[in-house]
Every structure is written in C-alpha cells, then in structure tokens.
C-alpha cells in the first residue's frame, strides 16, 4: 500500500528550485554559525542574502 503524501501548507510562493552551489570551509562556517545564531536553517540565510543584495543594489 502506498502512503499518501499529508497535506502542507499552501504558499503563494512554492520553492521548486533546488539549488547546488560550491563554497569554501570558512564560508560554511559563518553559514553554519549563521543558522545556529538566528535559529534557521542554512537556506533561509542563503534567501535573506540574496534579498538583502538585490534591496540594497534597488537603493
């Protein structure tokens, strides 16, 4: 028997892109540090960066 997929909540805005990207050991640290600072996992920083770089070239 197959198990059904439980529903989650639906957003506006679905994350269907995964991305891979390469970094060095110092920039996962401070990724890592990041997270664990702020409570949240590594691609939420990842998204405030890239947010905080397109706000702040927007000004």
């Known amino acids: 028997m197959v198990a059904k997929k439980k ?11 995964m991305l891979r990207v390469r970094v060095d050991k110092i920039t996962l640290e401070k990724l890592d ?19 905080k770089i397109h706000d702040d070239l927007k000004k």
């Open 33 to 51: 540090d990041s997270a664990k600072e702020l409570n949240t996992s590594r691609s939420e920083i990842i998204q405030k960066g890239i947010h």
């Open 7 to 17: 529903p989650g909540p639906k957003t506006d805005n679905p994350m269907d892109t």
